[in-house]
Every structure is written in structure tokens, then in C-alpha cells.
């Protein structure tokens, strides 16, 4: 039963290749790499497809719908969509589509595990071990920061950053969040009476700051030299949302002169690349972009990018659309 035809940017678990599989003909990029924006535009000319499920390296834009006449619909699988420029799709009348909700868990457990290992140096030791430098228990080693009864602060609280809240009962943390709508968010209100502050508040109360707003022009380089200043020097940030938030060069700066205590990194600002001399810095934890990679959220986000796809050649709404005004009418 196969009536369109899709394209998928990247291998992606199979479920969700076999669910857009019952209803369409499906070519994958072979390799497991991202697609060259040549390859992808080329690709795109070539195949007339009716729909294409991409992932968050692939940048979709005016050039990119301009080389896919008729396209029906464009899957994100990824919840952050900078990588879509949302208001060309509007005006060409294409759907689009992001995976929320399915990654939230996953996303808002990373933080924690950077939290952790950034604290409690946790990566810095296990290099120490594997050495063969330790020699033996120490009353002032490896001394890190505590979590319990310290100030938390959320930078987005949308739903990651409320997940992520919401998870630091257990620590008995002081909660403080900002929105850049200046609205208060109920569940963290209700379940752990946490405050609502200014940005500038935040980087001087918190303790721990954990950055999960979107990338926009306004967001990005929001951590700047300026802001780590601001910052406690025993505080920890803690970044799963996306690079660019951070200038990372003023990071690097902060981290070596002791500016703040460490920092956490899911997401880098040029990836796969970091900023000259992080990689050098104990205060540093760094992991390559493995927010969401869970198996039963890395499955449910190809179940669900594939459910969008396939309502979106049928001309109908996607369960989690990024311009749902194209259907109000
Ligand atoms: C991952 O970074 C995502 O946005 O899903
Ligand atoms: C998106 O950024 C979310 O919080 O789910």
C-alpha cells in the first residue's frame, strides 16, 4: 500500500520506518551521517517526494522547499525546531511538524546526570582512576559541590524545564524559573511553590542553573561574559537545550578563572565542534548531544515524527504541529 513517497534524512529506529512504511514508498540516506546540504537539496530535486521526516542538522528553509515542489508535509525528529524557519512554511502553506512530550523524561533525567557528574566530578575522578594516578582515600580530594537544600534555577520553564523542576523534590531544592512571558507556571508554583524571577535574579541566586529555552535571536548568546559575572562562583551551569545559548568562548573563560564552578554540556554551539580549550578543563563535563537518546524516547520520537508525516499527507493536522494556523480556517 504504498501511494507516496517519503524521505527519511537519517536512519532512525525502526518503528517508525516500518509505521510510514504501511502507507508510503520510503528512501533513507544510506549512510548513518547527516546528508551535505547539496546531497539533501539534490535528493529533494530527484525524488518528488510527497513528504520528508528530518532531523535536527537538516536546515529547513525557503532554499530547501523551493527544491521539493508539492511537498505535503516536513517531520521534525527533534522537539528544539530552530532548524525550521516556521514562518516560510506558513507562507507556503506547508505543515510542520516537532516530537515533544516523548523526550521530556529522557531530556530533563540528562540534565540531572550532568548535574550530578558536574558537582560531584564524577567524569574529572573516573579519568583520575583509569590513570592509575590515585593513590588512595584523601581527606581534602576531590572536593565538590553539595545538591541538597540548594537553589535551583530554570532558565524555560516549558516542559522539559518543569520536568527537570519537578524532579528536585527529592533534593528538598529551592526552585526559581524565568519565562519569556513573564507567566507564572502553575504546576512548579503548586508542587514546589517556586519563583518566578527576573534572568539577572537567577544568575545570582541560583546555585545551580539549567538552561532549557528554545534558541530564538533573543536567546542566543543569553550567557555571555556578562551573565557568567553575574553568576556565583560555586554555581554550576547545566546546558541540554541548545549551543548557542552560550557564547562558549566566554564559558571557557569563566571556567578557567574560576568565574563559576563548573559546567554541564549536552549541546555545543558549533557541534560537533567545542570551543578552543574546553576540552582541557576538569570543571567541564561534556557530552555529545544525548538529551533524548533513551530507547523507549528515541523510539516513541520516530512513532511520533512518523505519525505527523503520514497525517500530513493525508492533508490533515499533525498531533504535534508547528503551524497549526495553516488549519484554522
Ligand atoms: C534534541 O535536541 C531535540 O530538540 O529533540
Ligand atoms: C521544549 O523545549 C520543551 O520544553 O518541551
Redesign the pocket.
Known sequence: MAGYKVYITRMIPQEGINLLSSVADVTINPDDAPLSRDALLNEMKNGHYDGVLGVLTDRIDGEFFDSCKGLKGYANYA??YDNIDVPEAVRRGIPVSNT??VL?DATAECAWALLFATARRVVETDRVMRSGSWTGWGPLQFIGGDVKGKTLGIV?A????TEMALMSKGFKMKVLYTSSSDRRNAVLDAELEAELVSFEELLRESDFVSI?C?LTPGTRHLFDAKAFALMKKTAYIINT?RGPVIKEEDLVEALKNGEIAGAGLDVFENEPAMAPNLAELDNAVVVPHIGSATHSSRNNMALLAARNLMAMLEGEKPETCLNPELFEK
Do not use: K
Not at 516549558?158 to 524545564?161: C, D, Q, T
Open positions: 522537539v528544539g515533544p512530550d521530556t524555560g516549558g516542559r522539559i524545564g532549557h528554545p537545550g
